[in-house]
């Protein structure tokens, strides 16, 4: 398991997990990754799973390597290589990657430069100029009555005005039989099938499923982005409820104190940091038995 890494800039710290093929980097909200830095360009890029690999592919904005230098295509990003998208480095790890591995780059990160305060003045040399050759000025003249019509036409049009800046539409899924076969594939990029399961009754589509909190907050990500991309007639209602985690024995003894610990239908006994099935024993409270591992599980007596 692999994720996306915010190393530097305002979401220093969080981690996008790379359940899928595609994911979107930039400042919109609809971005799987939204990084609202200096100079992210609101659909900066693509991160893409290439193989056995990973990929950068540019959009509305740039990438640039621990160098500062351009990446360009094909893009092929190596894991744990840090990489900057504006003023904010980033880069992909495995999940059970230690986040001080990778070496912060020390490179500046150049942002968008200010418009200059002024060009160097040439010294004044109009008095002894000459005049501008007649033919020269008659297109000029021509040029500048040209514009001045073109205006005035655009503005006596504002209808046109309207549509030119209207955003385009979004597709309507108008029938259940429309709207599934678009959920169904969005699922499947991000790993959410066969955990996710669709249902269809009259006119609504339901999502059922016991997800983990990682799968659950990818949905709830996915659901955000899939109405924004679509306009839905028919109702969407996610069903899906957090999964139910068991203890795989039975506790048959329980002792505090000092020396706390618990039996196991097994026959195992368990002090306070012993591991059996991947879970790790890690608090004897006065009404709770608490185990790490795969998950967290609290047992109450």
């Not at 915010?6 to 595609?22: D, I, Y």
């Not at 599934?180 to 699922?187: D, E």
């Not at 203890?247 to 104190?257: A, C, E, K």
Request: glycine content about 8%.
């Amino acid at each position: 398991m692999f994720e996306l890494r915010v190393l530097t800039g305002r979401h220093q710290g969080a981690a996008l997990p790379l359940c899928g093929e595609r994911w979107v980097i930039g400042r919109s909200g609809e971005a799987d990754l939204q990084l609202t830095d200096d100079d992210v360009a609101s659909c900066h890029g693509l991160l893409l799973s290439a193989g056995d690999g990973w990929r950068l592919e540019a959009l509305e904005g740039g990438w640039r390597d621990a160098s500062g230098a351009a990446i360009g295509a094909p893009g092929v990003l190596p894991v744990d290589a840090p990489f900057a998208a504006g003023g904010a480095w980033l880069c992909v790890s495995g999940a059970a990657t230690p986040w001080g591995n990778v070496a912060i780059p020390t490179v500046a990160l150049a942002t968008t430069p200010p418009a200059a305060g002024g060009a160097d003045v040439p010294p004044n040399r109009d008095k002894h100029a000459r005049g501008w050759p007649k033919s020269l000025q008659i297109t000029v003249f021509s040029l500048m009555v040209l514009l001045t019509i073109t205006v005035a036409s655009w503005i006596l049009q504002p209808s046109m005005a309207q549509i030119s800046t209207q955003e385009p539409q979004r597709p309507y899924l108008s029938t259940l039989q429309e709207l599934r076969p678009a959920l169904l594939a969005m699922l499947r990029d991000r790993g959410l099938t066969p955990a996710v399961r669709i249902d269809m009754d009259k006119n609504k589509l339901i999502l059922y499923g016991s997800l983990d909190k990682e799968q659950q907050a990818l949905l709830a990500r996915m659901l955000l982005r899939f109405r924004a991309q679509y306009t839905l007639v028919p109702k969407l209602v996610n069903n899906t409820r957090p999964r139910e985690t068991t203890l795989p024995f039975r506790i048959v003894q329980i002792t505090s104190g000092a020396r706390a610990n618990v039996v196991t239908d097994k026959g195992d006994r368990l002090f306070i940091g012993d591991e059996v099935d991947q879970l790790r024993l890690v608090a004897i409270t006065a009404n709770e038995i608490v185990f790490n591992g795969r998950d967290e599980i609290k047992v109450k007596w």
